[in-house]
């Protein structure tokens, strides 16, 4: 067959490339078969990635198994949980167009004949398939998978625990040594944060999309099924090659449909809907914009009773039946469609092969839904032209009036937090922190975490042109478009001003005339005039599209 690395391995004009490839222990034999890459995310920079070295062994096995030859590379990956709230936080969403370049460059400089992705953390998974719907080569998406549950007096804990201690700790809620015994137990060893959190979100959108097999992110970081997992992916890659099986097959309007579905049945990741724009934008696939997660939330009862919002983690609802289980409640209910996935199976054949644990309890019916409508809601108004993002996780309330706290960033407004500043009534307004104004988009988990701890998630709204982590919870408001940084109404809002939220007319509208006062404005100095963060405030685009760099550029 005609494979792309012939272009490095075919033809007499070739022979300096075979030499070098000779002395990695390449032969004739290999030349002759696929070669794919392993493209890892591998760091031990905290728990979620630092494994993946180890889960390229089978990886590798299983590609030589059948007939290719992995070759490896590595990219950089970002750990939200550790740069939460500093300077650093600035890096990581920027690290998603980093990751998915690497992937690109790797791949294509190397003609290579398909690629399998080790991804983790929050913004590895999306690169991935940002990558593989850029380059359309024959790939596959495999997640780490989660961590196992921490302890403590009890209960099962996450890092959302400790953020949310902090708070606690800081209203005198609990004292400093029980805050220390929650950190030392929250993150027990190796794998991604524990809820439906941004990881274990992506981690399920990339099997709805069906760009992992079914079943395989699900896995936890430590399970003894780990490796056959990885075995097997590592098979289908090969297989993906062989019969020519392309990403963009897969990433459809209808599959992008499909994600965003299973992800607001689980009340998953605000950050999924950033990155499925931008995987959908990768793509160039249209017919999908922000609009449609309003539409599917509206018709999605939420099923998946997880955290941050609900009682279980990413390891319970492994052990319940998996995303296979989520996938069951929909085709029933006809919630979903067909598609075509890497294993060469439809999703509904994969689907159909998922087993229900019996008395499991984590994924309820549709008839008895966790909370009556799904995760998200998207809004307009004066106050954000371009649409805004509205968390349902972990509440009830569609209906928020309050007056208005404004804070020039996440410093600042954390500041008055841990001082216990922040009162019933108030809307929280944190600018200058969208994708270029940060830049990078930072999340607030500290700051929501905290006012969890400090029992005012249901009393006060938290609106950003930044973002949220996936284990924030509270009547939260994000990827405000346009943002500060570009003029958009948020810059003008001033303290004591009249807000009104309401998510079912979809509104969110400021009692002031923000037009009046956003005469004879002027830009802000950017924060950084050279370097990677210089560069991505440059070229990156709106929230509302999915804060891609990689689009069309004038010629």
């Known amino acids: ?29 290999n030349f002759e078969g696929p070669i794919i890459a392993v493209f890892n995310t591998w760091t031990n920079m905290g728990p979620c990635n630092m494994h993946l070295d180890k889960l390229a062994v089978p990886v590798r096995a299983g590609i030589r198994a059948a007939g290719g030859t992995p070759v490896d590379f590595n990219s950089i990956a970002v750990s939200d949980g550790i740069t939460m709230g500093s300077e650093g936080m600035r890096a990581s969403l920027m690290s998603r167009e980093v990751i998915a370049d690497s992937i690109e460059l790797a791949v294509k400089g190397h003609s290579l004949d398909g690629v399998i992705i080790l991804v983790s953390c929050d913004k590895t998974i999306p690169a991935a398939g940002m990558a593989l719907a850029r380059m359309n080569i024959p790939g596959v998406v495999l997640y780490g998978g989660s961590i196992m549950p921490g302890h403590h007096k009890g209960k099962d804990l996450s890092v959302q625990d400790v953020f949310e201690a902090v708070g606690a700790c800081a ?23 524990g809820g439906q959190f941004t990881a274990n979100s992506m981690a399920m959108a990339m099997t709805f999309l069906g760009l992992s097999p079914m079943g395989a992110n699900d896995v936890p970081a430590v399970s ?5 997992s990885a075995y097997r992916a590592g098979q289908i890659v090969v297989d993906c090659v062989k019969e020519n ?38 793509a160039e696939v249209d017919g ?6 309003d539409t599917i939330s509206r018709t999605t009862p939420v099923i998946g009773d997880l955290k941050p919002g609900g009682k279980y983690m990413a390891f319970d609802l492994y052990a319940a039946g998996g995303s296979g289980l989520i996938g069951k409640r929909l085709v029933a209910e006809k919630m979903i469609e067909d598609q075509k ?8 054949e994969e689907i159909e092969a998922s087993v229900e644990t019996e008395g499991q309890d984590v994924v309820r019916c549709f008839d008895d839904p966790v909370k009556s409508r799904g995760g998200y809601g998207i809004l307009y108004g004066d106050l954000a032209p371009e649409g805004c993002v509205v968390k349902l996780a972990g509440h009830g309330a569609l209906f928020f009036e309050g007056t208005a706290r404004v804070f020039e960033s996440e410093e600042d407004c954390m500041a008055v937090v841990q001082d216990n500043g922040i009162h019933k009534g108030d809307v929280v307004i944190i600018r200058n922190e969208g994708p270029a104004g940060g830049p990078g988009m930072r999340e607030m988990l500290g700051v929501t975490a905290a006012l969890v701890g400090q029992n005012l998630a249901d009393h006060v709204a938290l609106i950003t042109d930044g973002r949220f982590s996936g284990a924030s919870y509270g ?11 570009h003029g958009g109404p948020i810059a003008h809002v001033r303290d004591g001003d009249k807000i009104t939220i309401d998510v079912e007319a979809q509104f969110i509208n400021v009692d002031a005339d923000l037009a009046e006062r956003a005469k004879g404005w002027t830009p802000p100095k950017p924060k950084y005039p050279s370097g990677a963060y210089a560069k991505f405030a440059k070229l990156v685009g709106s929230a509302s599209k999915g804060a891609v760099t990689s689009f069309p550029f004038d010629t």
């Open 475 to 485: 009547f939260v408001i994000g990827h405000v478009a346009p943002e500060a940084a």
């Open 341 to 348: 996935t890497v294993t060469g199976k439809s999703l509904f």
């Open 171 to 193: 209203a005198g809620i609990i004292d400093d040594e029980e805050l220390k015994d929650i950190e030392k137990a929250a993150c027990p060893g190796a794998g991604a944060c």
């Open 1 to 29: 067959m005609t494979k792309r690395s012939d272009a490095i391995v075919k033809g007499r004009d070739r022979a300096a490339a075979r030499a070098m490839l000779r002395a990695t222990g390449m032969d004739d034999e």
């Open 245 to 282: 099986r392309l990403p963009r097959e897969m990433i459809t309007q209808q599959s992008l449909m499909n994600a965003a579905i299973a992800l607001s049945a689980t009340a998953a990741s605000t950050n999924a809907i950033l990155h499925l724009l931008a995987i959908a934008s990768e």
């Open 224 to 228: 003894d099924d780990k490796n056959a």
């Open 288 to 293: 999908f914009d922000i609009d449609a997660f």
